[in-house]
């Protein structure tokens, strides 16, 4: 019931930012029809995402290790910082939390991550099981296998509050060459 709650809460969160931000593409005459079906997030089901969609296994052509961490001084990291992959690729990252916090590793456009971290700082407890991202206790390995269908600039980041401020965000680029 929590998780319903606040999925509820979550479409409520970003459609307003949406507006506030003047960013509402994907809008309601550009032909995603079929996504727009009553109390059901666009981004939920198993198709494309605004990074691309999720890989088979047999597909993957590159493993990508990540590191979560955090340093002495207060930071959050993720390793590397930043990634730059080839349209049509299929990735393996192969995630570890290397650090003594929690962490999570989300795959998404920036302006989703903006949508959502928003949603997480005001439900902290919010579980999600979506394809483009793994969350992870210290010490706990995990993996996303996920096809790079869309050319563009894109972010890799840990949602937990104020993870993001502390440095837990990377650059993630597609490009055909
Ligand atoms: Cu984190």
Not at 19 to 33: C, F, I, L, P, Q
Not at 108 to 133: G, L, R, T
Not at 163 to 176: D, I, K, N, P, T
């Amino acid at each position: 019931m929590k998780y319903l709650l606040s999925i509820t809460a979550a479409l409520l969160i970003s459609t307003n930012l949406s507006y506030a931000a003047g960013s509402h593409s994907g809008g309601h005459d550009e032909g995603h029809g079929d996504s727009h079906a009553e109390g059901h997030g666009g981004d939920d089901h198993h198709g494309e995402m605004a990074a691309g969609k999720p890989g088979e296994a047999s597909s993957v052509t590159r493993t990508v290790a990540v590191k979560m961490y955090e340093t002495d001084d207060g930071q959050m990291l993720f390793e590397p910082k930043t990634l730059s992959v080839k349209h049509g690729e299929t990735i393996r990252f192969a995630i570890t939390n290397a650090g003594e916090n929690e962490h999570e590793f989300v795959l998404d456009s920036y302006e989703k991550n903006q949508e959502h971290k928003a949603v997480m700082a005001k439900f902290p407890e919010m579980e999600h099981d979506d394809p483009n991202s793994v969350r992870l206790e210290e010490g706990e390995k995990g993996e996303i296998i996920w096809n790079f269908s869309k050319n563009g600039e894109f972010e890799f980041a840990c949602l937990i509050p104020g993870h993001y401020e502390s440095g837990m965000r990377g650059a993630l680029s597609v490009a055909s060459h």
